[in-house]
Nanobody
Framework: QVQLVESGGGLVQPGGSLRLSCAAS????????MGWYRQAPGKQRELVAG???????NYADSVKGRFTISRDYAKNTLYLQMNSLKPEDTAVYYC?????????????????WGQGTQVTVSS
């Protein structure tokens, strides 16, 4: 019912910047919170940044001051501006959202994930 497609990943040198995008589509009623997660090899998936429907944002301590999350409500698109990238930011970045979808006449809240986009920070 909700498809999330990430883009914008790639290879960047330490200190560089990237902007990730996540476009939501499908037959949903509304999207509530959205967020970016990442998973490095051999590590658990972790929350990088989240943003509520009202626009309130929160960040992992490791990215505060370097990353900025934002969303375009009209386009149902989520962004993550990543500056001053470090090698430890290397991971697959996943987009996530909580969305309300109609299910046999009932509005249900579901959790949805994108396929992920690789971010590699290396010289």
């Amino acid at each position: 019912q909700v498809q999330l497609v990430e883009s914008g990943g790639g290879l960047v040198q330490p200190g560089g910047s990237l902007r990730l995008s996540c476009a939501a589509s499908g037959s949903f009623f509304s999207i509530a919170a959205m967020g970016w997660y990442r998973q490095a090899p051999g590590k658990q998936r972790e929350l990088v940044a989240g943003i509520t429907r009202s626009g309130s944002a929160n960040y992992a301590d490791s990215v505060k001051g370097r990353f900025t999350i934002s969303r375009d409500y009209a386009k149902n698109t989520l962004y993550l501006q990543m500056n001053s990238l470090k090698p430890e930011d290397t991971a697959v970045y996943y987009c996530n959202c909580n969305a309300d979808v109609w299910d046999l006449g009932t509005l249900r809240r579901g959790d949805y994930w994108g396929q992920g986009t690789q971010v590699t920070v290396s010289s």
